[in-house]
């Protein structure tokens, strides 16, 4: 598309405006003349003209101006995919040691220097690193907020529980993620999954039995049975089960004779093996 010439159809325009201010000038100086007076009408109409092709000139200029635009963007895009590419990779990736910053300012390092000698292959398998621990950080990150585990023992008020009572292991040994509450003996975990708990009781009421079990929001999971020994006995057992985040999961008294006494020995853990939804 070839760019109208303005500047002649201005040069045009400012003589034929001197020139009808000159006749016009002539006009009022001397007496009146018909054939003036339509050689001043036919100059004011041509004037009239160039003044409408001049603005459609300045239209044609500015949609060609923004043709050009376009154009221009759209050849510098496609000029650098792979660098389109690698931001939007690096936008997929974030964590607290701004990584995300480092590899961005480090692959405009790459494209900005005049000097690289990096072969096609090289550069890929270098994009190809930096993705891989990328994700290896990431995954670390998830590991660790999904780590969930306790251990306690001690049950407080362990003397002739009634049934339902609550055991409150109130000694915590372990509490990763901080789920387990030694204040009411309830394990209530943030995130849904698989979990495995154990619970080890030890009664020491020769001839005396009590059972416990595993209560997940009011259901019971599993049972445990110690007691009937001339000594101190021991029982309890281990339950993998699914736990939905902030469900309740505690042990309590199933059935008592009403004399028993639990020593300091038992204990309830239990840790997730995996999330699940």
């Known amino acids: 598309m070839a760019i109208p010439s303005t500047s002649k159809c201005v040069l045009v325009l400012c003589l034929l405006n001197y020139t009808v201010s000159l006749v016009a000038s002539d006009e009022r100086k001397d007496a009146p003349n018909d054939a003036c007076s339509e050689d001043i009408r036919a100059l004011r109409q041509e004037l009239q003209k160039l003044r409408q092709e001049l603005r459609i000139q300045g239209k044609r200029i500015d949609r060609f101006e923004k043709e050009l635009a376009t154009t221009s963007h759209h050849s ?17 990736y974030k964590d607290e040691i701004h990584l995300k910053h480092n590899v961005s300012r480090n692959y405009e390092n790459y494209t900005n220097s005049s000097k690289r000698t990096m072969l096609p292959r090289q550069t890929k398998s270098t994009f190809n690193n930096v993705n891989t621990k990328l994700h290896r950080i990431t995954r670390w990150k998830r590991d660790n907020t999904q780590r969930i585990s306790f251990y306690a023992n001690t049950v407080k008020d362990s003397i002739n529980l009634d049934v339902h009572h609550t055991l409150i292991f109130g000694n915590v040994v372990t509490n990763d993620g901080n789920c387990y ?36 929001e009011g ?20 339950a993998i089960v699914h736990v939905n985040a902030w ?17 300091w020995e038992s204990s309830f853990s239990g840790f997730l093996l995996y999330p699940r939804k």
Not at 198 to 207: A, F
Not at 219 to 238: E, F, R
Not at 247 to 263: H, P, Y
Request: charged share 20%; aromatic share 8%.
């Open 76 to 92: 510098r895009d496609s000029r650098s995919p792979k660098k389109n590419h690698f931001s939007t990779k690096s936008v997929e």
């Open 181 to 216: 509450r030694p204040s009411s003996g309830h394990f209530r975990p943030n995130i849904s999954g698989v979990y495995v708990f154990d619970v080890q009781i030890v009664q020491c009421y020769p001839r005396h039995i009590l059972r416990t079990e595993l209560v997940v």
């Open 219 to 238: 259901v019971v999971k599993a049972g445990h049975y110690t007691g009937d020994s001339t000594h101190c006995s021991n029982g309890g057992g281990m």
């Open 247 to 263: 469900d309740s999961v505690w042990v309590r008294v199933q059935t008592s004779d009403g004399v028993n006494r639990v020593a």
